[in-house]
Structures are given as structure tokens and as C-alpha cells.
């Protein structure tokens, strides 16, 4: 039977089969297997639990034809702009720059959510379905049994599963490892510790959680909730998250079995997605800390393993003055390794954030270059620097100019930190 129904009013397309790789183009490729339905003004995009996840106006009024609203597991509503191609790409690494409603660093981009026909979709889409019921009669059964169950995920529904997956994973996930763009932050959060070991006073993602480590049947049973929680939708994931702030100082043993066990839970070999990634954040303390054998063991594991460490800066003025505990040296010792670690493990990719503002000490850029220009012999592929805007919601010429300098400056890829939730 035909996966595809058409009337006057709309065409359902169902378990529609996108790309299988994460691909980086200038017009929009999107991933997995998802259900689809599309009425002269809109199409939008249901995950395999029947889930809206994506959706974009066909009219005039919708700004370009390449732009779409994305609705993450944590409920948020993305809109993703092209910023018209101009420099988007050179700065975050993406064709597509994320906006937010909710307060971020971004330097880049306007207001698309005071846009009228992108309101019209985050406020009435639910509306739009209800009113397609209406025309039902006659249809195939699986197309309006597909229909009732995409109406039954109402803004509420999704609003109470977005909040089971901050009680599975232990609240809120403030920030979002920025490595997590090449698989458009489409993980499963697994938390093995929570909080941070040096609550800086600059930092607005941190919680007040000392850091504590997850026990192993905790962490396996919270693996099982994920599992329930993902649900038929699990087969479009292949990439995993270890949250929270600083998972790398969790104990290397349980590092190791976390992403074994989930990656066998999870069923990630059977995904439709190729090529597996690990995210997780580190610090200077954890990494500096990590016996060599863990990177050893973590470079044998299936797909990348994307490590991101908060250097914020290589100048002791500046780490004293944003209440960073933490010194020059060894931010200089952690950006050693990182080489040595890119150099010799092709599966491990160690990248590093370093903080921007027009406000700090002079010597802050000066000593970053040193280590990203100076230090290095020549051009680099791998061990991204992430630059990090230090405030929020204030779009700024002066700072991007400032990072496209440090940017042609850096014999590694460099790119801006855009900070989003979960
Ligand atoms: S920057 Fe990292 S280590 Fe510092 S307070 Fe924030 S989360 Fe914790």
C-alpha cells in the first residue's frame, strides 16, 4: 500500500526517507525518517512518534524557501535563517544560523520570532491539524490514524514530555556542547555527573550543583528511560551526549561503559544514520587528569568522540578577572595536549572555547593567538576553537569583526560559540 495520500486539501507522506548523513550544504538536507504532511500554505514534519519536530510557510511572506522551524526535545522552537549566505558559514561552520526565543550570545542575526507568519506556526500549527480532521472522511485508515495521533501530541502533550526528559536526565540542559552542530544537536543526553568542579563567576549556564558522579545503575537505568522516552523515533539517533557540565571528570571506567552501554541499549548500530558521535564537555582539571589508557580505549569505540574544553583564556589576568580558578599555565598545558591528542587518536577530536568581549585585558587576544597561531607549525584540520561571547542578546559588529581577525589569524578552524539548551 502506497505511503502517500493526496487530496484538494494536503498530501501525506509517511515514514518519508531523508538523507542518512549529517551533511553541511548551502540548502537545507534533512536527516532520518519522518512523516510529512504539506497543505497549499504549509509543510510540516512529524517524527516516527508522531511528534512535530519541523515546519515552514510556502507563502510570499515566508522569508526564504531554504528556512525552517525546528522543535527540539526540549520543546524550544528554532528557526533556522540563511543570514542571507553572508558569512554565516565562515563563522559558526554551518549554512544555517540557529535563532533562539530564549536569551543566548549569538552576535549574529535578528528577530525572525517577530515575524507574523512564524508566530502563525509555533502558536497555531495544532489549530492548522485539527481543522484538516474535518476533511477525513474516506481516507485510507493508516493516513488518519497517522493524523489523530500527530493532533493527540498537542503543545501540551509535548510540553509534559519535554518535562519527563528533564526528570530522566536530571533538570534543564543549559548548554549544549557546540561540536554537537555537526549532527544538529540530534542526541540522546545521557548524564553520568552533575555540576562543575570550579563555578566561575562569568559563567550564566552553571548550576549549583557540586560535582557528583552518577552511580552505574543509575546511569543504566536512566538509559532504559531514554530508550522508553524515544520510543519508535529511537532509529533516526546515533549520537549521544554525556552530560553535564564536566563529564570527563567522571571516572574514566564509567566514561567508558556509559557510551558502551548506551550505544548497545539504544540500538545506535542498527540507526538509519551512519556514523556515530560522542559528545561531552571537559575541564582543564579533568583533562589534564584523563589517563592516557581512557583516550587509548575511547579511540577504538564506533564514530568521533567530540571532547570540548572551557580554556576561556590563556592570560592569567583575564582567568582572575571572569572568576575562572584556574592558571595561565595550566591553560598552556591543556592546549599541549589537545594537539598531541588530535595528532595521535584520528577518532578523538578535543576542541577548545575561549571567550570574547570589548572589555577584557589586552594581553587576553595576544596570548590566545600565541597558542593558536605561534605555537603551531602550520595549518591544522582538526581541534576547532570556539569563540564565546561572554554577553547575551547583543548583536555586535564590533565583536564579529574582532573574530573574523582571530579567525584568519588561527592555523585551526575557528568558529563562534552560539550557546543553546536542551
Ligand atoms: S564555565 Fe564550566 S566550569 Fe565554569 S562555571 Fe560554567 S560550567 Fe562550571
Known amino acids: 500500500m502506497s505511503n502517500i495520500f493526496t487530496s484538494d486539501k494536503l498530501k501525506i507522506t509517511l515514514e518519508k526517507t531523508g538523507s542518512t548523513v549529517y551533511a553541511k550544504m548551502s540548502f537545507p538536507v534533512h536527516c532520518g525518517i519522518y512523516n510529512e504532511i504539506e497543505t497549499p500554505d504549509f509543510i510540516f514534519h512529524f517524527n516516527l512518534n508522531g511528534e512535530i519536530f519541523r515546519a515552514k510557510g510556502k507563502g510570499r511572506d515566508w522569508a526564504h524557501p531554504h528556512e525552517w522551524l525546528k522543535r527540539t526535545q526540549g520543546n524550544d522552537w528554532i528557526y533556522y535563517?540563511?543570514?542571507?549566505?553572508?558569512?554565516?558559514?565562515?563563522?559558526?561552520?554551518?549554512?544555517?544560523?540557529?535563532?533562539?526565543?530564549?536569551?543566548?550570545?549569538?552576535i549574529l542575526g535578528g528577530h525572525p520570532f517577530a515575524q507574523q507568519e512564524i508566530r502563525h506556526i509555533c502558536e497555531s500549527w495544532h489549530q492548522i491539524l485539527q481543522e484538516l480532521l474535518d476533511h477525513t472522511l474516506g481516507w485510507?485508515?493508516?493516513?488518519?490514524?497517522?493524523l489523530r495521533d500527530a493532533i493527540a501530541n498537542s503543545p501540551e502533550v509535548l510540553e509534559q514530555k519535554a518535562h519527563r526528559l528533564q526528570e530522566i536526565v536530571g533538570g534543564r540542559i543549559s548548554v549544549l556542547p557546540p561540536d554537537a552542530r555537526h549532527v544538529d544537536y540530534n542526541f540522546i543526553p545521557l548524564t553520568i555527573s552533575r555540576g562543575c568542579l570550579y563555578k566561575c563567576t562569568f559563567c550564566k549556564v552553571k548550576n549549583g550543583t557540586v560535582f557528583t558522579e552518577k552511580t552505574r545503575p543509575e546511569i543504566a537505568r536512566q538509559i532504559e528511560q531514554l530508550k522508553q522516552h524515544w520510543g519508535q523515533d529511537l532509529v533516526n539517533y546515533n549520537s549521544l551526549f554525556l552530560g553535564e557540565h564536566d563529564a570527563l571528570q567522571t571516572n574514566a571506567d564509567v566514561i567508558l561503559l556509559?557510551?558502551?552501554t548506551a550505544y548497545k541499549e539504544l540500538g545506535f548500530a542498527k540507526s538509519y544514520i551512519a556514523d556515530n558521535s560522542t559528545f561531552l564537555f571537559g575541564s582543564v582539571t579533568s583533562f589534564l587528569n584523563a589517563p592516557e589508557c581512557f583516550f587509548r580505549q575511547l579511540n577504538t569505540f564506533p564514530g568521533m568522540t567530540y571532547i570540548n574544553i572551557g580554556?576561556?583564556?590563556?592570560?592569567?589576568?583575564?582567568?582572575?578577572?571572569i572568576g575562572k580558578p584556574i592558571t595561565e599555565r595550566q591553560?598552556?598545558?591543556s592546549f599541549a595536549r589537545s594537539q598531541d591528542i588530535n595528532d595521535r587518536?584520528?577518532?578523538i577530536e578535543i576542541t577548545a572555547n575561549f571567550?570574547?568581549?570589548d572589555k577584557l585585558p589586552e594581553n587576553h587576544y595576544r596570548k590566545i593567538l600565541e597558542l593558536i597561531r605561534e605555537k603551531l607549525p602550520h595549518v591544522k584540520p582538526k581541534g576547532s576553537i570556539y569563540f564565546s561571547p561572554l554577553t547575551f542578546n547583543q548583536p555586535s559588529r564590533s565583536r564579529l569583526f574582532e573574530f573574523n581577525r582571530l579567525k584568519i589569524m588561527s592555523r585551526l578552524p575557528a568558529y563562534l560559540y552560539i550557546i543553546q539548551r536542551l
Open 311 to 321: 580554556l576561556e583564556s590563556a592570560d592569567q589576568e583575564t582567568l582572575d578577572r
Open 258 to 260: 556509559s557510551i558502551e
Open 331 to 333: 591553560v598552556e598545558e
Open 355 to 357: 571567550i570574547m568581549d
Open 81 to 106: 535563517s540563511t543570514g542571507g549566505y553572508t558569512g554565516v558559514f565562515e563563522a559558526t561552520g554551518e549554512y544555517y544560523l540557529p535563532n533562539f526565543q530564549y536569551p543566548t550570545n549569538s
Open 140 to 146: 485510507p485508515d493508516k493516513f488518519s490514524s497517522f
Open 345 to 347: 587518536y584520528a577518532s
